[in-house]
């Protein structure tokens, strides 16, 4: 597991609800974090999954770690994976392995 800003930043990445399994449901989640795309958003709660990514941590101020989404996505083109849906991706592009091989 990588180490979150703060404390605060660290509770959003780890929460989850008992009264929300899905937590684009929960008034509570606040932060979406994907690790595979190293990325933070602000979960927009208007019904659906949406999220708008944010740059510096909303509590401490800590300038967040800058988004591979389009790294990740370069890389598995140059697999030949052009479509992540519906092709297979491999294992160490599922999990943030990517990067944190070279942190
Ligand atoms: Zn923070
Ligand atoms: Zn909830």
């Not at 999220?51 to 030949?80: K, M, N, Q, Y």
Request: aromatic residues 8%; hydrophobic residues 40%; negative net charge.
């Amino acid at each position: 597991m990588i180490k979150h800003c703060c404390a605060r930043m660290q509770a959003q990445v780890d929460f989850s609800c008992p009264d929300h399994p899905e937590l684009d449901a929960c008034p509570e989640a606040l932060i979406r974090y994907s690790d595979k795309f190293r990325e933070y958003g602000l979960r927009i709660h208007d019904g659906g999954s949406g999220s708008v990514a944010i740059a510096h941590c909303p509590w401490c101020g800590a300038t967040l770690p800058v988004s591979l989404r389009s790294r990740w996505f370069d890389e598995l083109a140059a697999l030949g994976i052009d479509d992540p849906l519906t092709q297979v991706v491999p294992e160490r592009f599922r999990h943030g392995a990517l990067w944190r091989d070279d942190v």
